[in-house]
């Protein structure tokens, strides 16, 4: 058994051996993509080659790929530069897209933790603003993926630009940009075994979509600044490992199934987010009263086992999660949720320890009550 198991993908994935290498050779070879001598052409076919290879892996075209600094750059460039008046949001999307803007209207969720189409269609028709609706196709927190189809064709009919954060479900299921029919599309390198900052925003028709970073005009006008060569070297070939290994990815689900099911084997009350809905296949967010997020992310730590209490952004955050709150998990059960999330490294050895590692805290508290 490895030193550690590292149960936190969603936070992060580990860099990929073969982005390591991809991109120490693209650090070597140097270049500016933007140079017409043949340095600079290598680079530009370098970069052109990543984009081909972020395309393929959400069934999207190559020239509207944005190399961006971050999902969250993606982000809010889409909602901040489609130049729309109204922006409509689920409740649960992630911090850049809640914070993209001061005067987002929220759109609440289920108590499954599923955008509330309902409210959606309503919120839409109040206004005949223009308008770009935001909702992701899966949570970061829970796994759950939302019913995106659907809520592009409510939108799309309200005359509504639609914009989609795929971040956590790129590389863990299959994604097709032009069958979901969303506008654009925010992703990042690093959830896929890419490098960390650098991310994509991907348009349907980037002629919709204004400059968001000012200066040169690299990434098609609307992008300014020196392309991150070997990050976006390094994006592609995390792209196309990730898309050869789907099928891979999908069997995680096997070993989630088989953690919940011990777990709540030894705690019968403890609740599984999601557990009978579409999830992404490796990820649990799991609650058990009276153990809070805090102890079990510390004591497993300490026992050589990472996970998180929610979002790495909202790090060093003790809090009620706000995606919780937006699905109505009273506050008591919120603050003792941790949230496990599998990988390509991930076996059952890990599966083990998280078991064992847990079952001692939870005897301990047992023992003291």
């Not at 909702?135 to 592009?152: F, S």
């Not at 919940?260 to 296949?281: A, M, S, T, W, Y």
């Not at 998990?329 to 990988?343: H, T, Y």
Request: aromatic share 4%; charged share 20%; proline share 4%.
């Amino acid at each position: 058994m490895s030193p550690r198991s590292y149960l936190d993908f969603n936070a992060t994935a580990p860099t990929r051996s073969e982005v390591i290498d991809a991109v120490t050779k693209a650090m070597q070879e140097g270049g500016n993509a933007s140079s017409v001598h043949a340095d600079g052409r290598a680079a530009r076919a370098r970069v052109e080659r990543a984009r081909q290879q972020v395309a393929a892996l959400v069934g999207a075209d190559p020239a509207g790929v944005i190399f961006t600094g971050s999902g969250t750059e993606a982000n809010n460039q889409a909602l901040r530069a489609t130049k729309c008046e109204r922006l409509i949001v689920s409740a649960i999307e992630h911090e850049s897209v809640l914070q993209a803007r001061d005067d987002a209207v929220i759109c609440p969720v289920t108590p499954d933790g599923l955008v509330d189409l309902e409210a959606l269609q309503a919120l839409l028709a109040e206004n005949s603003s223009s308008t770009v609706v935001s909702i992701m196709l899966a949570n970061n927190e829970t796994g759950i993926i939302q019913p995106v189809v659907e809520a592009v064709q409510i939108a799309h009919d309200a005359g509504a630009f639609f914009h989609c954060d795929a971040v956590q479900a790129a590389g863990k299921i299959p994604v097709d940009m032009m069958a979901l029919g969303v506008d654009s599309l925010a992703l990042s390198a690093h959830k896929i075994g890419g490098p960390q900052g650098i991310g994509v925003l991907i348009c349907r028709d980037p002629s919709l979509m204004a400059r968001f970073v000012h200066g040169g005009g690299q990434e098609s006008g609307l992008r300014a600044g020196t392309e991150n060569v070997p990050g976006i070297v390094g994006y592609g070939v995390a792209a196309e490992c990730a898309l050869v290994g789907l099928d891979n990815f999908g069997g995680l689900a096997n070993l989630r199934d088989d953690l919940e099911l011990r777990i709540q084997e030894l705690e019968p009350n403890v609740q599984i987010i999601g557990k009978n809905l579409d999830r992404l296949p490796n990820t649990s967010k799991i609650l058990t009263k009276g153990l809070t997020s805090e102890v079990q992310v510390m004591g497993l730590d300490l026992d050589g086992v990472s996970i998180s209490a929610g979002s790495a952004c909202s790090a060093g955050r003790v809090e009620m999660p706000y995606v919780l709150a937006a699905m109505g998990v009273p506050e008591e059960l919120g603050l003792c949720a941790v949230r496990v999330s599998l990988g390509w490294t991930t076996t059952g050895e890990d599966v083990d320890r998280y078991i064992e590692a847990w079952q001692k805290l939870y005897d301990r508290k047992i023992a003291e009550t």
